[in-house]
């Protein structure tokens, strides 16, 4: 059974930073791509960053050079590194993974596997 559990969520003030952490179990996460997505209240989910099965990495543009996805295989774990925090980034921010190592996806339709969430606010 897959299950994706995030961590990490909290409140900050603008320009502070935060770790996201995603916890997987269930399957062989080596092997699965796995991604960052967010949704605001009345707005739809989007995505943030991912991450392949080899380690190339894709970001969106508002968050290019200020956010990091990372993976760590041994602990089945994946992060994301939150840097530069602006009121904008505040949202639930949620993991997911699918089978298809090369997917590398922003996209919430290609990923089959999801996490409950962690909220993070950023204050101005």
């Known amino acids: 059974q897959v299950q994706l559990v995030e961590s990490g969520g909290g409140s900050v003030q603008a320009g502070g930073s935060l770790r996201l952490s995603c916890a997987a179990s269930?399957?062989?996460?080596?092997?699965?791509?796995m991604g960052w997505f967010r949704q605001a209240p009345g707005k739809e989910r989007e995505g943030v960053a991912a991450?392949?099965?080899?380690?190339?990495?894709r970001y969106a543009d508002s968050v290019k050079g200020r956010f990091t996805i990372s993976k760590d295989n041994a602990k089945n774990t994946m992060y994301l590194q939150m840097n530069s925090l602006k009121p904008e980034d505040s949202a639930m921010y949620y993991c997911?993974?699918?089978?298809?190592?090369?997917?590398?996806?922003?996209?919430?339709?290609?990923?089959?596997?999801w996490g409950q969430g962690t909220q993070v606010t950023v204050s101005s």
């Open positions: 997911a993974a699918d089978w298809r190592g090369a997917l590398r996806s922003l996209s919430r339709y290609e990923y089959n596997y």
């Open positions: 991450v392949d099965s080899v380690g190339v990495t």
């Open positions: 269930g399957f062989t996460y080596s092997r699965y791509s």
